[in-house]
């Protein structure tokens, strides 16, 4: 794009009182558009990635986004992030990916203003309680030799419902639940069920660790 009423992004973060850290997006010329992912890309929409010293860890449809402790080694890091069009390509001026960075230094386990709840790790598969079983919606999801069954799609939520994911991984690996932060892990060759309560509005993607494989989306409106 032209610099001349090209899309602006600026990160800005603060330590969470209770784990990790919060981190909020200033955009100029852009807006987000979570409903239109995978459409036709449109001046000044889309959405944002994030990443962790180069590495993607997440896809960002809205100005705030929750950062866990869990997510981020101790040590100096750089968090970048990028805005990119409805298709997926980046928005860039003159060759130049629009993105904005800070500085993150998150403290080793058990140091002074380090976050308890960022170090528990990702939850065992357990059997479902008589409770848990009664979710509104169930998506079964299979993972084998690094494709998805069925394909990636959005599983539509109203706020407020009960979804189970019940995921069968070929090998070992981590669920992930952006915007959630809920995580569970994946024994190789068993089926591993995470209910949660969707109380969150928008678009969640739901992702693997170790394969960075997409599973499904939760749009919860």
Same mark, same amino acid.
């Given at each position: 794009?032209?610099?001349?009423?090209?899309?602006?992004?600026?990160?800005?973060?603060?330590?969470?009182?209770?784990?990790?850290?919060?981190?909020?997006?200033?955009?100029?010329?852009?807006?987000?558009?979570?409903?239109?992912?995978?459409?036709?890309?449109?001046?000044?929409?889309?959405?944002?990635?994030?990443?962790?010293?180069?590495?993607?860890?997440?896809?960002?449809?809205?100005?705030?986004?929750?950062?866990?402790?869990?997510?981020?080694?101790?040590?100096?890091?750089?968090?970048?992030?990028?805005?990119?069009?409805?298709?997926?390509?980046?928005?860039?001026?003159?060759?130049?990916?629009?993105?904005?960075?800070?500085?993150?230094?998150?403290?080793?386990?058990?140091?002074?203003?380090?976050?308890?709840?960022?170090?528990?790790?990702?939850?065992?598969?357990?059997?479902?309680?008589?409770?848990?079983?009664?979710?509104?919606?169930?998506?079964?999801?299979?993972?084998?030799?690094?494709? /998805?069954?069925?394909?990636?799609?959005?599983?539509? !939520?109203?706020? +407020?419902?009960?979804?189970? %994911?019940?995921? @069968?991984? *070929? =090998?070992?690996?981590?669920?992930? /639940?952006?915007?959630?932060?809920?995580?569970?892990? !994946?024994?190789? +060759?068993?089926?591993?069920? %995470?209910?949660? @309560?969707? *109380? =969150?509005?928008?678009?969640?993607? /739901?992702?693997?660790?170790?394969?960075?494989?997409? !599973?499904?989306?939760?749009?919860?409106?």
């Amino acid at each position: 794009m032209p610099s001349q009423g090209a899309p602006e992004v600026q990160l800005a973060l603060r330590p969470d009182s209770e784990d990790g850290w919060n981190l909020q997006l200033s955009v100029k010329n852009f807006r987000f558009t979570p409903d239109s992912a995978g459409g036709a890309a449109l001046p000044g929409a889309g959405h944002a990635h994030l990443e962790l010293d180069g590495r993607k860890i997440a896809r960002l449809y809205g100005p705030w986004f929750h950062l866990p402790a869990a997510q981020v080694p101790d040590g100096a890091h750089t968090l970048t992030v990028r805005l990119y069009a409805d298709d997926h390509t980046a928005w860039a001026v003159s060759g130049k990916p629009v993105e904005g960075t800070a500085q993150l230094t998150a403290p080793a386990p058990g140091a002074s203003g380090g976050h308890s709840h960022g170090d528990a790790p990702a939850q065992s598969p357990q059997p479902p309680t008589p409770g848990q079983a009664q979710a509104d919606r169930t998506v079964t999801i299979t993972v084998r030799d690094g494709r /998805v069954s069925p394909a990636p799609a959005r599983t539509e !939520l109203r706020r +407020g419902e009960r979804v189970a %994911l019940r995921v @069968t991984s *070929d =090998r070992a690996d981590t669920l992930h /639940v952006h915007g959630y932060d809920k995580e569970l892990a !994946l024994p190789a +060759g068993q089926e591993a069920t %995470l209910i949660l @309560t969707a *109380d =969150r509005t928008g678009l969640f993607e /739901v992702e693997t660790h170790e394969s960075s494989l997409v !599973l499904t989306q939760l749009l919860v409106r």
